[in-house]
């Protein structure tokens, strides 16, 4: 039955694999502009290479056998150049994805760490001032405008306080050698005398950044954990394994728990393509190099391959993200393999 | 030894025209090693009942009572901790709805360990997860479950319902119980085992003295199997007594009228008679009538029934009616 499952997941997967690449080879077209340039992401082409480039981007046959090259090049690294910088789209991306999934991941992390401790408390003791205090102050940072809060962040820390830096990953005095793309990660694989110093500043850079993009998701995890363990904690099980004399403690340790947090791990899913969205404008507030930055500022360049690659990549990780969450889920809920 | 005694249990359930009045002010006691029955037709508030004893009921029923005394103590007079602590250790239930009793992540064996209570155990710890695995399957081999390595691994929702039913009587036993309340314990069992698990349930209460608590809306299945019995309508208690008599001669309209409503009890009647039946049928939650609540259907009411009876006694037998039949006296 869980192979039936995978297979059906792994069919899936596969065909939205199609439509997006789909989609992204249709930009091509659709964009302004002659298709060779798109396709290839060369500004000026000369008149004596372009019937060369209409055979190598096989432009001169069906349709469908451009799709399949253009696929065949996706698969072999071949993404076309970046109008602006005349450089490889990926090479590209490659440099500066990381920095995104490093600021998500971080934020994904204090999202969780802070949001189901509290989301549990604020079920547990509903009625306590505590519990009604998070939920008050959940309703309100839920509501929160990201800009504005990043801007009132950046005013009292940076300008006002002037702790904190406002822009960047890292001081430019510092000069990190790339090997993951993660700063902190990379920081300690390097052999430079002045880690400690680097970590400092690099961990100063992400805070702000890190707490206005963790602030939407940890809010979402409090609601989230604290209506599902109500839910559970009406639940008849609950009562009658209370009946059955264990203890509070108990109850909510081996029955509680798992009934409510098991629905949370699909809520990563969920959430991730509004955490890259957020990811994303953060990246603009704080001069994040990352590929939101780096996308936006494709968009106004008019640079057709780097945004056909940058969506190309970025909805492929919304995708395999919820993908993987899903079938977590199923893993470890045994009501979710029921159907 | 009188075990349970209840006096003036009253059930109340939060609406938004405000509160409702489900079981109105009820008797109730259990001598030890009695077995009495409690039926009424369904709806009739015999799970609330049952509910408000074990405390399972969620926050929306207010639960008052005059007297609710356990083994001659008071347990109104302790705290809702101390409360909990008396009843989770001597008192068990077997719940109507066995599947939404169960936690539905757990697997089978660690919500029927969860129910062996560490006193019940002689290794010292680290003997302990090999006698409870033990002591689990023999639980379930007692009613009646012979592939005990299958169901073992298996979830809530991938077993019948007459399996759930079953592991809900091993976990209720597991503890031995003072009381047990059984709430229509077999109603998802097929007639043999039906047969089979009233037999355990005798056994444990001869051999271990155990008091059941049974309840049903069959009135034969609970006049086999009970010494005594109370008869609920609608909330009210309407008749409480030793079974034998109040089979032999009802005092209350109501029970007369559940007695003739079974051919079994009738064996006078030709075949293919119809039985006789009150008219109407049990008022909803939203239409109780004031006074006696079979008034409307009652064929001997009269204006003094909107009045509430009082519970009279004839000996040791109760009952509820300002004018009661004495026709076979
Ligand atoms: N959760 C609930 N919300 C609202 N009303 C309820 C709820 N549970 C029970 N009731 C009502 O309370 C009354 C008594 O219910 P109860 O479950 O005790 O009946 P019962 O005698 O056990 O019937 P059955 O034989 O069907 O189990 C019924 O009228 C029922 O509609
Ligand atoms: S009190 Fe009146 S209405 Fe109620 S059962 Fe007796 S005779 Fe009937
Ligand atoms: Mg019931």
Known sequence: MMLHYFLRRAFLIGFVFVALTVLAFSLSYLFPGEVLNNISGLTDIQPEQRQQLIQYYALDQSLLQQYIAYVNRILDGEWGLSFSSQQPVLSEIIAVFPATLELASYALILSFVLGIPLGLFAAVKADSVFGKLISAVTLVAYSIPIFWWALLLIMLFSLTLGVLPTAGRISVLFDIPTTTGFMLPDIWLSDIDYKSEASQDAFRHLLLPAIVLATYPTTVMIRFTRDSMLAVLEQSYIKTARAKGLSRFEVLYHHGLRNALLPVIRQIGLQFSTLITLAMITEVIFSWPGIGQWLLDSIYQRNYPAIQGGLLVVSCLVIVVNMLTEILHTLFNPLARKA | MILLDIKNLTIELETAEGLIRAVDRVNLTIREGE???????????????????????????????????????????????????????????????????????????????????????????????????????????????????????????????GVCQKIMIAMAIAKKPKLLIADEPTTALESTTQAQLFRLLASFNQLKGMSILLISHELETVARNTQTLSVLYCGQLVEAGETATILKQPLHPYTDALIKSVPEFQPDLASKQPLYALPGSIPTLQHLPIGCRLGPRCPNARKECVKTPVLDRLQNHYFSCHFPLQGKK
């Open chain 2, 35 to 161: 077995i009495r029955g409690l039926v009424g037709e369904s709806g009739s508030g015999k799970s609330l009942i049952a509910k408000a004893i074990v405390g399972v009921l969620n926050k929306r029923w207010h639960i008052t009572a005059d007297r609710f005394s356990w083994a001659g103590q008071d347990l109104l007079r302790l705290s809702y901790e101390e409360q909990r602590k008396i009843i989770g250790r001597d008192i068990a239930m077997i719940y109507q709805e066995p599947s939404r009793s169960m936690d539905p992540t757990a697997p089978i064996l660690e919500q029927l360990i969860e129910s062996i209570p560490d006193s019940e155990l002689e290794s010292s710890w680290w003997g302990r997860p090999f006698e409870r695995r033990k002591k689990a399957i023999a639980l379930l081999h007692k009613v009646g479950i012979r592939d005990h390595q299958a169901i073992f691994n298996s979830y809530p929702y991938q077993l019948p319902e």
